[in-house]
């Protein structure tokens, strides 16, 4: 008998108890659940050669930023994959191309691929994921494309509607999005996916005390060893900040975010936030940033520039100029290599925050301006690459530079009114009528 997983592809092993273990891991890589190493690591126990398996772990690995692990895992997939199915030896190669960085070619191998095996969900997730961080400019338009196309072969699936509605709320499509959304939770209602379709729905229509209410109830029954649990602590400490509730939010950051499971998020939530309580004039703890920047030592790699320009953050802040000029330096030498954002893009970025944290708003500006309508294509959802947006707004307005303040904040209120958009729209509007009285 063909042993099979959920989607109903072969799966090249004799042990049904292997099979079980795989696709409790699969779905919990899907639902940004708990548990999945440990699946992963029980299908191996049950059959070593297992090849989907060590795929698995590689997947595991690369979203904690192990990227030794993550690359080790994939060779043993390789090895192992021999004599199993062409499917699962296209997984294999298609994934292994995407762990190494190579993502134009693994994006062209998950393109052939899903034209004959559309419901491999393993490698369509990380296909959607890769597609965020890969530096297009129409990256948003060519994931929701992407996945669009492979809809009909998943019908209601849970998983699958919580993939599509991130897409959706991302070009403003929020009530599809949150259908979706909900769909999925009522019939999985640990999907972490689906819940922060939801948290973002919430931010981006400023529905924020019905977000943090959601959020925080949600959270309750989810679990902390959850690789995902920080940076839904991190979506509730963004509903707080916008409360204006400061002293709830760091609460969030020292529960839930600094000592959090993956090292990778925690630093990049964690800086994420940190940068906008000095930008709001919020005191921050050094020792708080020099965590964090050890954290970005531990994660660090050029290829994930998205991961770099929130590096650079916990560096400059924390106040460790040698590692800053690594990270410059490996942009640089990225950049060299026709990488399509790090050098053009990530590399002002990550130079405008250092030149921020020495209090030189005019180099800030001169290199984030050039980019401001780049900066996007460095991944990551609206909600967190603005961050740099907002770094020019705080430095127009201690240059006061109003005018150029007030377009960029009228800019963004045109997306939504957040109240700290409206306090740098007042503060910008009276420092110009001052200054022209």
């Known amino acids: 008998m063909t042993l099979t997983d959920r989607y109903g592809l072969p799966v090249t092993t004799t042990s049904a108890t292997a099979v079980d273990h795989f696709q409790q891991g ?169 819940s922060h379709n939801l948290a973002h729905i919430h931010f981006e229509t400023l529905d924020t005390d019905a977000g943090a209410a959601f959020l925080a109830e949600w959270l309750e029954g989810y679990d902390r060893r959850a690789s995902f649990h920080c940076h839904l602590a991190w979506h509730l400490a963004m509903f707080e900040l916008h409360r204006g509730a400061y002293a709830r939010a760091q609460e969030i950051f020292e529960r839930d975010i600094l000592p959090a499971v993956n090292p990778r998020l925690a630093m990049i939530d964690g800086a994420a936030l940190l940068w906008r309580f000095r930008l709001d004039g919020q005191p921050t703890a050094p020792a708080a940033w020099r965590s964090l920047a050890d954290l970005a030592e531990r994660v660090s790699r050029p290829g994930f520039v998205f991961g770099e320009i929130h ?34 893009v990530a590399l002002p970025m990550a130079q405008g925050a250092a030149a921020f944290v020495a209090g030189d708003h005019a180099a800030t500006l001169e290199h984030l301006e050039p980019v401001e309508r ?8 609206h909600a967190q690459w603005e961050l740099f947006e907002e770094t020019m707004v705080a430095s127009y307005l201690a240059l006061e530079r109003y005018d150029d303040a007030l377009r960029l904040v009228r800019r963004r209120l045109q997306r939504r009114a957040s109240p700290r958009d409206l306090g740098w729209l007042d503060r910008a509007s009276t420092g110009l009528a001052k200054a022209r009285a």
């Open 311 to 344: 590096a650079a953050l916990a560096y400059a802040a924390g106040g460790d100029g040698t590692a800053l000029a690594k990270l410059l330096d490996g942009l640089r030498a990225l950049g060299a290599t026709g990488h399509p954002i790090a050098g053009t």
């Open 374 to 381: 780049e900066m996007h294509r460095v991944g990551g959802s």
């Open 26 to 194: 699969m779905d919990a890589v899907l639902a940004y659940g708990p548990g999945a190493e440990q699946s992963f690591a029980a299908a191996l126990r049950a059959d070593d050669r297992l090849a989907v398996a060590h795929a698995g772990v590689a997947l595991v690995a690369l979203v904690q930023g192990d990227a030794a692990l993550a690359r080790a895992a994939t060779g043993r997939a390789r090895e192992s994959v021999a004599g199993a199915t062409r499917r699962e030896q296209q997984h294999v190669e298609a994934l292994g191309a995407l762990v190494a960085g190579e993502t134009a070619r693994g994006l062209a191998l998950v393109d052939e691929h899903v034209g004959e095996f559309p419901r491999d969900a393993l490698l369509v997730n990380q296909a959607s994921s890769a597609i965020g961080f890969a530096g297009r400019s129409d990256r948003e338009a060519y994931r929701m494309a992407f996945l669009e196309r492979l809809a009909p072969a998943y019908g209601d699936d849970w998983w699958f509607q919580s993939a599509l509605a991130f897409t959706y709320h991302e070009v403003d499509r929020y009530e599809e999005s949150r259908s979706l959304s909900e769909r999925s939770l009522q019939q999985y209602p640990g999907n972490a996916n689906a």
